[in-house]
């Protein structure tokens, strides 16, 4: 872009804009953090602030009392999220690459086929009988990978789309005249040229993946197979339950927890990893976009 | 095999018949059959450390004495209800698991549950000794016996937790309480002293219009939705959001949020008044109260507290059953499970197992006969440790937590013995007639109990406002229908 | 763009060359038969009295027994919040996304992009939860970032944000869009770095303005990504996030009548009452109505434009 005296006015705009955007997206996540590490009395007495009166790290001394049950859990998670985010951005842009063909017989129908699941489901029981009783998974790794996430027709829809309105059907056609297979053309055109696509379902897979609890909720008993946040969400669950019971609930020790914190500080713990690794992602992100822009 | 264990029951039922209250006998169990493999889900205060040698300690009793193999499921209440449904709609192994009484009718519908009466009398002997025969009919509902109530307190009187310091500035004696309007001088002399401190706070459904549902009438059921006054000692079903009592107790509270002395955040609060009397900015809370409140209250809140308690002690329905244990129909051999169940009730080791873990390891006996932690054991390193027995199958039978009196169980037995006994105690209302209108009933209830019991709105007004949604939304149908039913159970009677 | 191509008859040997687009499409068929279309058939649970022992079919039928809790308790008001919700967001997410997009492609520096790609994507990672804490500690009457900074510090009187239901169809507006927008300008992004650069080239050798350049553009290519995004949402019109309507207003029964949707009915419905035939009906009930929604939409889509249709 040139650097001419509108480009650069443009340039102060739309980046005042954006930082404006910016600072309304992280300001929240800030105070969740600094509320975190607030002492229980000054959430509770002086109320919620950017700057705390009392600094506390009491919520991260009770969700690190178990430390090795937390990082088994980390790892659990890590292993769950490369492989279904993997599975799950091959299947879809196989899925999708097919789909694009637009000669393929039957298109439509398989098109319907894949909209479908995504307007009707049989619920979580006629669900949790098939994977638990017919495919025996509970207690497994599997579980937390197989049900619901390995793919979503949102996904396949939206590399199918990109695919169609983002790789001219010329290029087809000149590499079936050079003698390409469909298997070439996927391999050698439209895989790495639909990168920014699967850049961006690889990322909503992964956080699918990351921030799941429901497949460890109902698949797994196993504490040793927790994910993180089947071992977090299970915290903050129990906490409320204990409060909301603490009339009939005898324990005193249970009831000591700092509530309030434990609450924001385990929300950050959940996505502290996340926040570690999203620079390095980000740079494949950004060279997937790259790569969209000077295909052309 | 099948016939071998066709004997048994036989046999047992015979001796039973001949015998009567003996019970089931040591005897009667074949020891060179396969050990029966059975799973007991119970509630569980925390993810205990260590599951497996409380496992093991408790199936080297099972093995012994029952020549069963159990696998132990604790829950805790947080996933509890996330995870049951799915459980029982599916074949996965359950034999014993406790749950909430409000689901019985539709577990019963569901075939979720087994009539356990047909086991009772044959394999119970010893429930029927334990929890007594009154109490037991708590979870008959038309003749379905779903569960047996575990041994928790049978009556919920409200009591007003404050602490001492505050109160003895007041100049106020916990003697001046003998209601929740005695509460209102002392709130306006220590607002004057502290200015900054919330007077009154707890869970939104903690607070005082909501729980003394069960000290000033028998809700019949699990809900509020047509109940009998006076403790229970009409039989008249009435709307008791019509009444004078729950205006006068929301009118308390609206003139506490007026004058600032509750939260403004009271209507939606998820924290527990003992944890923001913990953080040191609260000066009571209302709780359901049992001879042991203290104790728990001055560890829960880090303060010496005063307890009074603020309303009757009344034996009802509703808070015998209040927690239960059931046995699923994914049970593959039912009367192996009540014989378990009977076992557990029965047996202290087992009871402590639960609810303590190993005795030298996770507690030991003091002197006193109450138990403590051991040396260098705390709540933080502990391997296994609930202190959960209202929520656990027989608390009676089991070891007493050190600081609590050693005779607590025999204080809970005074407490029952003298209670107020609605005329409706044992009946269990079925709501599978009107289980649409209940549900939808359960929508306005919660659109509008929590604020007005919090104070959050103006009663005069909003009261009327409420009943007249409740009667356009069916709750005559309800009452009706809880009407009809209890003629019948009290004919019977 | 319509090109009426004459179908081609297919043929064995036609059909032959397409067998590896097939086998690439087997995989992922075979998993959504597994994964959503057996349990599917449990549908059929809302029409039938669930009992245990008979199995989800075996029960006996029982009509359209189990949809009447829905139509118990002010119906009308519950639909009308679900939809008119709906619609705000999609058009919402549309217009913040899709300007979103453009902004940040269109930021020259390649580290500041950087940035507020990742802003933006950042409360997506948050579970709605933790937005319900968040949005908490800003709105608590008594410990309020709001009341007890904003509106103090301004001198206005602290206000009762949990029951005062004429501010939360905005705070629920504002963190839907906060929590989600994140996703939509990710595939618009995504969208717009796929538009041949050779398109703005032209344009600019014509001298025509940014704002013409993306009307005439970028929008135009957006369309297909637009389209798929809004058939989407539109299959979804009577489901809610159970989360944002539920767990943010902290269930406060004073809001009842702008937070009430089908998903809180249905929930707070049946914690009393139960029963997977009712949880079916209530599932059954908003994704007929999504299907039928979505079929006219499609339809629609395919007389102006067949090449954008979904199906």
């Given amino acids: 872009m040139l650097r001419t005296k509108s480009n650069i006015r443009y340039q102060a705009i739309i980046n005042t804009v954006m930082m404006l955007v910016t600072v309304i997206m992280v300001a929240p996540l800030v105070l969740l953090f600094i509320s975190s590490i607030s002492s229980e009395r000054s959430l509770l007495v002086n109320g919620y602030s950017f700057l705390p009166k009392e600094l506390s790290l009491d919520a991260y001394r009770y969700i690190f009392s178990n430390r090795q ?16 985010t993997t599975c799950n951005v091959m299947l879809s842009a196989m899925m999708g690459y097919a789909l694009s063909v637009r000669k393929l017989p039957f298109r439509n129908i398989i098109n319907f086929y894949i909209f479908f699941t995504m307007l009707f489901s049989g619920g979580l029981v006629p669900s949790y009988l098939m994977w638990a009783n017919t495919f025996h998974i509970k207690n497994t790794l599997l579980a937390l990978i197989l049900p619901n996430f390995l793919l979503s027709a949102m996904n396949v829809i939206l590399v199918r789309t990109y695919y169609t309105t983002s790789i001219p059907e010329a290029l087809y056609e000149a590499a079936k005249i050079d003698g390409a297979s469909y298997l070439q053309i996927f391999t050698k055109v439209v895989f790495p040229m639909g990168k920014p696509i699967l850049v961006t379902i690889g990322l909503f897979s992964g956080l699918t993946y990351w921030n799941d609890w429901t497949n460890g909720l109902y698949y797994i008993n196993d504490p040793k197979l927790y994910s993180i946040q089947n071992l977090l969400n299970k915290m903050i669950q129990d906490v409320q339950a204990l ?3 603490a009339s009939a609930a005898g324990s005193g020790a249970a009831m000591q927890i700092p509530t309030v914190s434990v609450r924001m500080a385990i929300a950050f713990v959940a996505i502290l990893p996340i926040l570690i690794i999203y620079p390095f992602l980000q740079k494949y992100f950004a060279e997937g976009v790259a790569l969209g822009a000077v295909k052309g | 095999m099948k016939k071998r264990w066709l004997a048994v029951v036989l046999s047992a039922a015979m001796t039973s018949g001949m015998l009567g209250s003996l019970g089931v006998k040591a005897a009667e169990i074949d020891f060179d059959e396969e050990p029966y493999e059975a799973t007991l889900m119970y509630w569980v205060a925390n993810d205990a450390r260590d599951v497996e040698a409380v496992e093991e300690e408790f199936n080297k009793l099972t093995m012994e004495q029952l020549n069963m193999k159990v696998d132990l499921m604790p829950v805790t209440l947080g996933t509890y209800g996330q995870q049951i449904q799915m459980i029982l709609s599916s074949d996965d192994k359950l034999d014993i698991f406790p749950f909430w009484p409000g689901s019985m009718g539709t ?7 087994v009539d356990m009466s047909e086991y009772l009398e044959d394999y119970g002997q010893d429930l029927i000794d334990i929890i007594g025969e009154d109490d037991i009919m708590c979870c008959s509902m038309d003749g379905f016996l779903g569960a047996v109530p575990s041994m ?3 009556t919920n009187p409200v009591y007003m937790v404050m602490r001492t310091d505050l109160l003895e500035e007041s100049g106020f004696k916990a003697e001046d309480i003998k209601t929740i309007d005695d509460m209102t001088p002392i709130y306006a002399k220590l607002k004057e002293l502290h200015p900054d401190m919330v007077m009154y706070g707890c869970v939104n459904s903690m607070t005082y219009p909501v729980v003394i549902f069960s000290s000033l009438f028998d809700p019949l059921g699990d809900n509020n939705f047509g109940v009998l006054m006076d403790e229970g000692q009409t039989t008249t079903v009435t709307n008791w959001y019509e009444t004078d009592e729950f205006m006068n107790a929301c009118k308390t509270m609206y003139e506490w949020n007026q004058a600032g002395y509750t939260s403004a955040d009271l209507a939606t609060s998820s924290d527990g008044g003992e944890s923001l009397m913990r953080a040191g900015n609260l000066f009571s809370f209302t709780t359901y109260g049992k001879p042991n409140t203290k104790v728990e209250k001055d560890s829960m809140t880090g303060y010496d507290t005063t307890c009074v308690q603020i309303t009757d002690d009344l034996c009802c329905t509703k808070v015998t059953n209040s927690v239960c244990y059931g046995i699923s129909t994914n049970s593959e051999e039912p009367e192996k499970a009540m014989m378990l169940l009977n076992w557990i009730y029965k047996t202290k080791e087992a009871n402590d197992l639960l609810n303590w873990g190993i005795e030298g390891r996770d507690y030991v006996v003091t002197e006193d006969g109450t138990i403590d932690y051991p040396e260098g054991v705390t709540a933080e390193n502990v391997q296994y440790h609930q ?12 070891y007493i937590w050190k600081g609590n009196s050693p005779d607590l169980w025999g204080q809970y037995q005074e407490v029952r013995d003298n209670a107020v006994v609605s005329k409706a105690y044992g009946f269990f209302f079925d709501p599978t007639n009107v289980i649409d209108e209940i549900a939808a009933l359960q929508t306005v209830s919660d659109e509008y109990l929590m604020s007005l019991a919090a104070g959050a709105l103006d009663p005069e007004t909003t009261i009327p406002e409420f009943n007249e949604k409740l009667y356009d939304t069916g709750l005559q149908d309800v009452i009706d229908e809880k009407q009809a039913q209890l003629d019948a159970w009290l004919e019977e009677q | 763009m319509k090109t009426k191509k004459q179908k081609p008859r297919l043929t064995w040997t036609t059909f032959k060359g397409y067998i590896p687009l097939y086998l690439m499409l087997l995989p992922g068929l075979v998993y959504f038969f597994i994964n959503n279309y057996i349990p599917m058939a449990g549908i059929i649970v809302a029409f039938k009295k669930y009992s245990k022992r008979k199995g989800i079919y075996g029960s006996d039928w029982c009509g359209l027994k189990n949809f009447e809790f829905l139509f118990k308790n002010d119906a009308a008001l519950i639909i009308r919040n679900t939809l008119l919700y709906n619609i705000v967001f999609i058009i919402l997410g549309m217009v913040v996304g899709v300007a979103l997009a453009i902004l940040i492609t269109d930021v020259y520096s390649k580290r500041c992009k950087r940035l507020y790609q990742s802003a933006i994507l950042l409360p997506f990672l948050v579970s709605i939860v933790v937005v319900s804490y968040i949005v908490f500690a800003f709105l608590s009457a008594e410990n309020g970032m709001v009341n007890n900074g904003l509106l103090k510090a301004l001198g206005l009187p602290a206000v009762q944000w949990y029951a005062e239901p004429k501010y939360w169809p905005f705070i629920l507006t504002f963190v839907n869009l906060w929590k989600g927008c994140g996703y939509g300008t990710l595939i618009y992004i995504a969208g717009i770095t796929g538009i041949d650069p050779a398109f703005y080239e032209a344009a600019r050798l014509d001298g025509a303005s940014r704002w013409k350049q993306i009307t005439n553009i970028t929008l135009p290519c957006l369309v297909p990504s637009l389209i798929t995004m809004t058939m989407l949402n539109i299959g979804r019109i009577f489901c809610s996030d159970f989360g ?5 207003p902290q269930n406060s029964g004073a809001l009842f009548s702008v937070t009430q949707t089908i998903d809180t009915y249905v929930y707070r419905a049946l914690m009393s009452a139960g029963g997977i035939g009712r949880s079916a009906a209530a599932g059954f009930f908003q994704s007929i109505v999504g299907f039928i929604l ?9 007389r102006i434009s067949r090449e954008n249709a979904m199906f």
Wanted: glycine fraction near 8%.
């Fill in chain 3, 244 to 248: 944002l309507f539920y767990q943010v």
């Fill in chain 2, 387 to 398: 202190d959960f027995g209202w929520a656990q199958m027989n608390q009676y039978n089991s």
């Fill in chain 1, 243 to 245: 409060q909301a019971n």
């Fill in chain 1, 69 to 84: 049950t937390i990082f088994r859990a980390y790892g659990i998670t890590i292993i769950v999220t490369i492989i279904g």
């Fill in chain 3, 294 to 302: 979505v079929m006219g939409a499609n339809f629609l889509v395919r």
């Fill in chain 2, 107 to 113: 577990y019963i519908d569901a075939d979720y549950i």
């Fill in chain 2, 152 to 154: 928790h307190e049978r």
